[in-house]
């Protein structure tokens, strides 16, 4: 089906047309025309399916076409509450690219900026505000805005509204609404407490859902690294020579962390910055503004900073820290691979780790392949027993050996202090727990002796022959 086929109006089309878009995406196939006979619409879609123009387009048909945006009072017409400000910023982005042919005016407000130019925009006058919670309740407060004559609330990323604990927000915000208007709710999955906040803001919805809940991309190739955690830096590297990788988004589970990526890459020669939440708007905007013009060839991102991330042609998604919520790994490599593109997602995980990678597979319902070319592959040894095994090697040393100095020498210094015989019994008792500790010793290191030597020593690489190669990088046929 093209776009031709959906009965939008003239200045819609002519403006995909200015777009390049001839050909909707599936959701945006089923929800233009439920959103067009102005019906509530349920829209579960993972990240990357074209689902901001499955709303903005009839959205904009339906107020152009509208009575009351023509006779009406002047005031918002339509809402749309989104988690994040890149999220928010890029629907803005949407609705002035949809509607560049059209009279209708929007804007956009989040918070961690100065109000005065969206107070400003305010006053002008608007038809649809694209709004962050906590920004908009704050402005409501101050009475900038006005939501009685609102017709369409749209609710969007309603599961990362509940992980970023923007709920109760959310209902304040439906509390300041009509009753009276069409909502469509859009998440990428659907845990109880969202099911149970749809059905209580939603009227007879038509239910679009174009893949699973816990698929990913199917044009997406994945891949895992098994790596110690102290080697995911090299293991960086070693993926990042491959020069067919013209930029990558690398994911990290902390700021903290994204900051020290991001200074380690850069202090090697490669281009990056890192977004998170204690970054400004301008510094965050300006990050994404320079990976998006080739200016940057990694943006290591969190989460939260990366959900509104937004690019076409993003080939490479690196999981530097595997997610502990599964979905959040759904969402991840759901950066590349948009709308029908190919991508590649692949992921380092470390011992503690492998725990969230079983997870993450239960849900997608697959094994997500090995790497085959690793330079630092993981040692078949647990961890607990690598640290005991490298000191118990180390000449002179033994796991105790430290504690029994430090208390040994603490009972030497109160011995000098002290006299005669008490000084001839603490010294022969010193001596005796020597003996034992070498005792001991010297049985960890025959128990060492006894061990398998596939125990002893790191695993070997794996073979490279049988796997296959995709953008200089080989994946093993087998599965962990």
């Given at each position: 089906m093209s776009f031709e086929k959906l009965e939008l109006i003239d200045p819609i089309r002519a403006a995909l047309k200015a777009e390049g878009y001839t050909t909707p995406t599936p959701i945006q196939e089923r929800s233009i025309p439920i959103i067009l006979?102005?019906?509530?619409?349920?829209?579960?879609?993972?990240?990357?399916?074209?689902?901001?123009?499955?709303?903005?387009?009839?959205?904009?048909?339906?107020?152009?076409?509208?009575?009351?945006?023509?006779?009406?009072?002047?005031?918002?017409?339509?809402?749309?509450?989104?988690?994040?400000?890149?999220?928010?910023?890029?629907?803005?982005?949407?609705?002035?690219?949809?509607?560049?042919?059209?009279?209708?005016?929007?804007?956009?407000?989040?918070?961690?900026?100065?109000?005065?130019?969206?107070?400003?925009?305010?006053?002008?006058?608007?038809?649809?505000?694209i709004a962050t919670p906590g920004r908009l309740l704050d402005l409501i407060d101050q009475r900038y805005i006005n939501l009685q004559h609102l017709k369409i609330f749209?609710?969007?990323?309603?599961?990362?509204?509940?992980?970023?604990?923007?709920?109760?927000?959310?209902?304040?915000?439906?509390?300041?609404?009509?009753?009276?208007?069409?909502?469509?709710?859009?998440?990428?999955?659907?845990?109880?407490?969202?099911?149970?906040?749809?059905?209580?803001?939603l009227t007879n919805p038509e239910r679009v859902e174009v893949t699973p809940v816990s698929s990913t991309a199917e044009k997406v190739t994945q891949g895992v690294y098994f790596v110690e955690k102290n080697d995911k830096r090299k293991l960086l590297l070693h993926v990042l020579k491959d020069k067919s990788i013209e930029s990558a988004l690398v994911f990290t589970r902390t700021k903290h962390g994204a900051d020290r990526v991001s200074k380690d890459l850069t202090k090697l020669g490669i281009p990056t910055m890192a977004i998170h939440g204690n970054k400004s708007q301008n510094a965050r905007q300006n990050a994404l503004k320079?990976?998006?013009?080739?200016?940057?060839?990694?943006?290591?991102?969190?989460?939260?900073?990366?959900?509104?991330?937004?690019?076409?042609?993003?080939?490479?998604?690196?999981?530097?820290?595997?997610?502990?919520?599964?979905?959040?790994?759904?969402?991840?490599?759901?950066?590349?691979?948009?709308?029908?593109?190919?991508?590649?997602?692949?992921?380092?995980?470390?011992?503690?780790?492998?725990?969230?990678?079983?997870?993450i597979q239960k849900l997608i319902g697959k094994k997500v392949p090995v790497m085959s070319d690793n330079p630092y592959p993981m040692s078949e040894m647990p961890s607990h027993q690598r640290e005991l095994h490298k000191v118990a090697n180390t000449p002179g040393r033994h796991p105790n050996n430290n504690a029994h100095r430090r208390g040994n020498g603490a009972k030497s210094n109160s011995n000098q202090r002290r006299s005669g015989n008490n000084n001839e019994n603490r010294n022969g008792n010193k001596?005796?727990?020597?003996?034992?500790?070498?005792?001991?010793?010297?049985?960890?290191?025959?128990?060492?002796?006894r061990t398998p030597a596939a125990q002893q020593s790191p695993a070997k690489k794996h073979n490279h022959s049988g796997g296959d190669k995709l953008g200089g990088l080989n994946f093993d046929i087998k599965n962990y």
């Amino acid at each position: 089906m093209s776009f031709e086929k959906l009965e939008l109006i003239d200045p819609i089309r002519a403006a995909l047309k200015a777009e390049g878009y001839t050909t909707p995406t599936p959701i945006q196939e089923r929800s233009i025309p439920i959103i067009l006979q102005r019906k509530d619409l349920l829209g579960c879609a993972q990240t990357g399916t074209g689902k901001t123009a499955a709303f903005a387009i009839p959205i904009l048909q339906l107020l152009h076409q509208d009575e009351l945006y023509k006779k009406g009072p002047a005031g918002i017409k339509t809402l749309i509450l989104t988690p994040t400000r890149e999220l928010a910023i890029q629907i803005g982005e949407s609705f002035a690219a949809y509607g560049k042919f059209l009279k209708l005016k929007h804007t956009v407000i989040f918070g961690g900026v100065s109000q005065k130019s969206q107070t400003d925009a305010l006053r002008a006058g608007v038809d649809i505000l694209i709004a962050t919670p906590g920004r908009l309740l704050d402005l409501i407060d101050q009475r900038y805005i006005n939501l009685q004559h609102l017709k369409i609330f749209v609710l969007d990323e309603a599961d990362r509204m509940l992980d970023m604990g923007f709920i109760h927000d959310v209902k304040k915000i439906i509390a300041k609404i009509p009753a009276k208007r069409q909502t469509l709710f859009f998440s990428a999955t659907m845990p109880d407490e969202i099911k149970k906040l749809s059905s209580s803001i939603l009227t007879n919805p038509e239910r679009v859902e174009v893949t699973p809940v816990s698929s990913t991309a199917e044009k997406v190739t994945q891949g895992v690294y098994f790596v110690e955690k102290n080697d995911k830096r090299k293991l960086l590297l070693h993926v990042l020579k491959d020069k067919s990788i013209e930029s990558a988004l690398v994911f990290t589970r902390t700021k903290h962390g994204a900051d020290r990526v991001s200074k380690d890459l850069t202090k090697l020669g490669i281009p990056t910055m890192a977004i998170h939440g204690n970054k400004s708007q301008n510094a965050r905007q300006n990050a994404l503004k320079a990976f998006k013009d080739g200016k940057l060839r990694v943006l290591v991102a969190t989460d939260i900073a990366a959900r509104g991330i937004d690019i076409d042609e993003l080939s490479y998604v690196i999981n530097y820290e595997i997610p502990n919520v599964p979905e959040t790994y759904v969402h991840r490599i759901g950066r590349t691979g948009r709308a029908g593109a190919s991508g590649i997602a692949i992921s380092f995980c470390d011992e503690e780790e492998k725990e969230f990678l079983n997870d993450i597979q239960k849900l997608i319902g697959k094994k997500v392949p090995v790497m085959s070319d690793n330079p630092y592959p993981m040692s078949e040894m647990p961890s607990h027993q690598r640290e005991l095994h490298k000191v118990a090697n180390t000449p002179g040393r033994h796991p105790n050996n430290n504690a029994h100095r430090r208390g040994n020498g603490a009972k030497s210094n109160s011995n000098q202090r002290r006299s005669g015989n008490n000084n001839e019994n603490r010294n022969g008792n010193k001596a005796s727990g020597g003996n034992n500790n070498q005792s001991k010793s010297g049985d960890r290191k025959k128990q060492w002796a006894r061990t398998p030597a596939a125990q002893q020593s790191p695993a070997k690489k794996h073979n490279h022959s049988g796997g296959d190669k995709l953008g200089g990088l080989n994946f093993d046929i087998k599965n962990y």
